[in-house]
């Protein structure tokens, strides 16, 4: 109880397969998370089979994860991000378009109010409207976060122009200057993983392992990379079949043989279609297993690469928050608890 | 059983999802054919179900679809090719290595003995053994048959370089000096649009429609072929979900789409890195509805087309068989009786 006396937000980073709720303190530091799998699908499912209304069941999880801060600090205010502001979501959320500035106020945040009265303020998503529009939900609030971690640290300055990728089921590749987000691309490399080892002709051979053969890995990223991968992955990717025929792949590396081909066409098409010339450093927003493997191809390609800090949606989260005057604006910047370069706690499984 | 005293070969192709049976008369016309979805995956499943050896199950398979041919015309010879050959199938046929020559006697058939004491001659794949290795099980089968067709319709002579178009499940890019083949690729491109459409987040905003939206077919597939789609389908992929809900496009066209995208993807990736410089005609051999799609996505770039004679597996199993003495060589070259440009019966849905 001590330690939620100086409780000021909870922030939620709800998304398609998970939730996850922080209690954040003064400056947004982190006094205590929790996580759960009751992403948006598995809350549609849910009401779906109870025929139940789907915002019950959004509020039920609310009050699992958040009811004992919630009677511990009542009146605590309450901030989300996610695909929770999607149509599938707990309630719409507008996208704003870019150019926009996450660190200023764009449209308002859409609130929901619970049964018991509380108010849950969502965050809106960015919309890139181009030729093949893309959208985002949830990385807009991880970027800031990982922004403002950039500055805390002295890694940089918040006036750069830079590139921040966030690896994931729909992997974002995101142009900011200063917080300014100028452009965003879409690469659906981590779904394309699930749908080649769980689903395909492929996913018969493969024997999962429980540690990552980076031998295989690298195998992977360098037919992708080369003069190999030219015809794309559609081509490539019947070679983890016959090389598993011929004796030249296991059974047990064929998964992080797909990794190292999915994550190797993904920077090669970035960097032919999207990247600028030139570019040669990246802000890495994911969890640690992924960024490693992230981490590992970008370099391979010459890139450099920063680690961002972990927790970055919430203390995106915090900073909206402060801005949108939910919280009382920090008198200083605060270091974060958590500003070292784990990463754990910033995966985006699915986003739009 | 009047139509049925002239005939001297059973052919079966018999593949991953499905098994064709071809009762041929003089020369190798199609006297009759029989069709079901005992593939060897469904095979092995009922195997694995009931318990039962994997051999007695192909061999009720077998009795089913040609029981009444080889009661009629008893010691008539029984030829195989695809899948069933492949260490899944009903016994494992060896490949040839490229260069291979189609029309001349590679490694021996297979033999498997029924019960009833019928001999199945299994007709070995290819395999190209170069860094990432291909093969084919049943393509080499429908090669020689269309290479027979295109020489019997006078499209043009055997003695040609050309590159034969085999799409499916697993797409084959093949090239051919006479009925040599001299090598050959592999692009998952079917798989990936079953994967797409059944598994994945874009198929939950499609709705099936009956009729190929050519006008969404087109939209993709000019995606995939210009500027917007350097990126590769991992990056394009996404549109698909993103212009649903911006408007740009209607649910039950999602899925023509994506069979734009991929087929566009796979058209351009096997331009930049395996078709011939110059290379502007392509000898496809499918069914109709992809024959169709793969025609459309040739011709926007340039690539004329011949469409190959139906049923061209059967014709070149007949071909193997008097190669191989099982049947007695024709005297003169007769006409088939489907040698018309309809596409129905050539269509591959898997291979190795």
């Given at each position: 109880?001590?330690?939620?006396?100086?409780?000021?937000?909870?922030?939620?980073?709800?998304?398609?397969?998970?939730?996850?709720?922080?209690?954040?303190?003064?400056?947004?530091?982190?006094?205590?998370?929790?996580?759960?799998?009751?992403?948006?699908?598995?809350?549609?499912?849910?009401?779906?089979?109870?025929?139940?209304?789907?915002?019950?069941?959004?509020?039920?999880?609310?009050?699992?994860?958040?009811?004992?801060?919630?009677?511990?600090?009542?009146?605590?205010?309450?901030?989300?991000?996610?695909?929770?502001?999607?149509?599938?979501g707990w309630a719409e959320a507008e996208y704003r378009r870019v150019p926009a500035d996450l660190s200023a106020l764009g449209p308002e945040l859409t609130a929901v109010r619970t049964s018991a009265g509380v108010i849950v303020s969502i965050i809106p998503g960015l919309i890139s409207e181009k030729a093949l529009p893309d959208v985002m939900r949830g990385e807009e609030s991880q970027i800031l976060g990982a922004l403002i971690g950039v500055e805390r640290s002295h890694v940089g300055n918040l006036s750069e122009e830079r590139v921040v990728l966030l690896p994931g089921t729909h992997s974002k590749w995101v142009r900011v200057v200063g917080t300014t987000v100028t452009d965003f691309t879409t690469c659906m490399t981590g779904e394309f993983y699930g749908l080649l080892t769980r689903h395909s002709a492929l996913s018969l051979l493969a024997v999962r392992s429980d540690l990552p053969d980076w031998a295989a890995f690298d195998r992977g990223l360098n037919v992708a990379t080369s003069k190999a991968g030219i015809g794309g992955i559609l081509n490539t990717a019947f070679s983890a079949r016959t090389m598993v025929m011929t004796g030249a792949l296991a059974r047990n590396h064929v998964e992080d043989y797909i990794s190292g081909l999915l994550i190797g066409h993904e920077l090669a098409g970035i960097r032919a279609s999207w990247l600028p010339e030139g570019s040669n450093e990246v802000l890495l927003c994911g969890n640690a297993q992924l960024s490693e493997r992230y981490r590992r191809a970008l370099e391979c390609q010459g890139v450099r690469v920063t680690l961002a800090v972990t927790r970055s949606a919430a203390t995106g989260m915090w900073q909206v928050a402060e801005t949108a005057g939910l919280v009382q604006e920090s008198t200083a910047v605060h270091g974060s608890r958590h500003s070292d370069h784990r990463l754990e706690g910033n995966e985006r499984e699915d986003a739009s």
């Open positions: 109880m001590t330690n939620h006396q100086r409780a000021h937000l909870i922030a939620l980073d709800w998304g398609t397969t998970r939730c996850r709720a922080y209690l954040l303190g003064d400056g947004g530091v982190v006094l205590s998370e929790r996580e759960d799998h009751s992403g948006i699908m598995a809350v549609t499912a849910l009401a779906a089979a109870a025929g139940t209304p789907v915002e019950q069941v959004f509020e039920q999880v609310f009050d699992e994860l958040c009811g004992a801060w919630l009677a511990e600090v009542p009146g605590i205010p309450v901030i989300a991000c996610g695909m929770i502001g999607s149509n599938h």
